[in-house]
Every structure is written in C-alpha cells, then in structure tokens.
T-cell receptor, first 110, second 113 residues
C-alpha cells in the first residue's frame, strides 16, 4: 500500500517558487518525511527530510502540517535544472527499504 | 569526492544471455543497495548489503539474479539468463551504515531484445 500520494505532474515558471505537495495521511508518530529527486538519466538525489518541524537547507524547504498528514516541498526560485521527478517518501528513521512510488514530474518552463 | 560509480551505463543483450553490472560505492560507505527501476516508476529495492553481508534480499528473484560484494567494497549484480521483462535501469546506491540519505549512481540501462 502506498504511504504517500503525489500529483503526477506539475509545471512551474522559471524563477518562481515550486510548491510540491504530498499527502501522507497514515503517517505514524515516528515516521519521517523524505524528499528525493531524479533528474533525467541520473540516479535519485537526496533533498531534505523532516519529522515535525519545518526544515530548510541550501536546496529546498520542507513544510509539514501540524497534523503531519501532508507536507510541501518548496523550491524557492526554480531553475530549468530543477526539472525532475520528485519523490516524497515516508519511513522510519534508518529504515533502509525506502518505497519511492511514482513521484511528481516537475517541469520548469522558461 | 567521487560519487557512486556504475558500469556499464548501457547494455543491450539478447534474451537468455547473461549480463553483469558493477558498482563501486562511495569510499567509507558500508551499506550498498541495488535497485530496479522500470520506466515511469520509482526505484524498487532488490538487495541491500551491510559490508559484505546481504541483509535484505527478499525482493531479489533468486532463480536468475545473483549479487555479490566481495571484501565489502564494490559489488556485482548478475542476471542469468536475461528475460525480456528484465529491461530496466539498475541503480546502485550507498550510505553510511544504515541511513536514509542514500547516494545513487547514474544506473545501468539494460535492454533485452
């Protein structure tokens, strides 16, 4: 059973913020939300993860709702190189079998 | 720092032939993973190694797939014999011990004719 639900595809204008939603209504208290992305012809790349609090790093921000049933990955100023498939994954800390799902295909347009 | 290295990048074979993929993880990463990725889908774990020990191979089709990680460094994934349905991208990843931040290689795209 899929633990997350993501839109199949999204578009974003270059230079604008890209907001990628993820629903994880069955998340348990000790499960984290991870985000990876996969650029065409490359392997997936880790972006960010969080448990309860919002997180920010040099790549993106992760906003987790208070009930933790959904989250949003924010790319503040999307560039053409951000065009990729973005995967939202829910798993326990150190749970190595990460279930990637189909992800959201983000297309950044000039 | 070099990333995860995989070779070959592309492989085309006829069905029933054997094929092997090689992976060299990031130096110091004890955990190594092999994933299968079908077109339009996310990666699916085939096998995980902790050092030289295969600790999770429940998704590996053992009738035709095999893997090894000699000396706990680089690893080889083999298919013998290959079937048409094995056409996919085979990804290798590594991480420090057990960790969710996994570093992936570029993958090997296998086409079985």
């Amino acid at each position: 059973d899929a633990k997350t639900t993501q839109p199949t595809s999204m578009d974003c204008a270059e230079g604008r913020a890209a907001n990628l939603p993820c629903n994880h209504s069955t998340i348990s208290g000790n499960e984290y939300v991870y985000w990876y992305r996969q650029i065409h012809s490359q392997g997936p790349q880790y972006i960010i993860h969080g448990l309860k609090n919002n997180e920010t790093n040099e790549m993106a921000s992760l906003i987790i709702t208070e009930d933790r049933k959904s989250s949003t990955l924010i790319l503040p100023h999307a560039t053409l190189r951000d065009t990729a498939v973005y995967y939202c994954i829910v798993c326990l800390a150190l749970e190595v079998d990460m279930r990637f799902g189909a992800g959201t295909r983000l297309t950044v347009k000039p | 720092e070099a990333g995860v290295v995989q070779s070959p990048r592309y492989k085309i074979i006829e069905k029933k032939q054997p094929v092997a993929f090689w992976c060299n993880p990031i130096s110091g990463h004890n955990t190594l993973y092999w994933y299968l990725q079908n077109l339009g889908q996310g990666p699916e774990l085939l096998i995980r190694y902790e050092n030289e020990e295969a600790v999770d191979d429940s998704q590996l089709p053992k009738d035709r797939f095999s893997a090894e990680r000699l000396k706990g460094v680089d690893s080889t994934l083999k298919i013998q014999p290959a079937e048409l349905g094995d056409s996919a991208v085979y990804l290798c990843a590594s991480s420090l011990v057990r960790a969710n931040e996994q570093f992936f290689g570029p993958g090997t795209r296998l086409t079985v004719l």
